[in-house]
Nanobody, 113 residues
Framework: QVQLVESGGGLVQPGGSLKLSCAAS????????MGWYRQAPGKQRELVAR???????NYADSVKGRFTISRDNAKNAVYLQTNSLKPEDTAVYYC???????WGQGTQVTVSS
């Protein structure tokens, strides 16, 4: 089974930054499109950014210009640099293939003063 381990979340003040990391195993990583998703309390999980096997990226309008997704195929890793964080970015963040398969545990991001 695919294993996905997210890390890098935490508590940050509005305007701050965090870099989220995801380590993937048991997957042909380099040929898969990957995505970062988030789920805020009481809301459905949503896709915030995705990156193709070739490195093309797409972002949700709500994070465009603030978040950057990247990948390192040699390390089977995908990253999400989050800048200019807002309270509405508070959520559990997950990485997964695109489209998604089995979910990992995610990493909590809390934006609060």
């Amino acid at each position: 089974q695919v294993q996905l381990v997210e890390s890098g979340g935490g508590l940050v003040q509005p305007g701050g930054s965090l870099k989220l990391s995801c380590a993937a195993s048991r997957i042909s990583f380099s040929i898969n499109a990957m995505g970062w998703y988030r789920q805020a309390p009481g809301k459905q999980r949503e896709l915030v950014a995705r990156i193709s096997s070739g490195g093309s990226t797409n972002y949700a309008d709500s994070v465009k210009g603030r978040f950057t997704i990247s990948r390192d195929n040699a390390k089977n890793a995908v990253y999400l640099q989050t800048n200019s964080l807002k309270p509405e970015d508070t959520a559990v963040y997950y990485c997964n293939t695109f489209p998604p398969g089995r979910w990992g545990q995610g990493t909590q991001v809390t934006v609060s003063s």
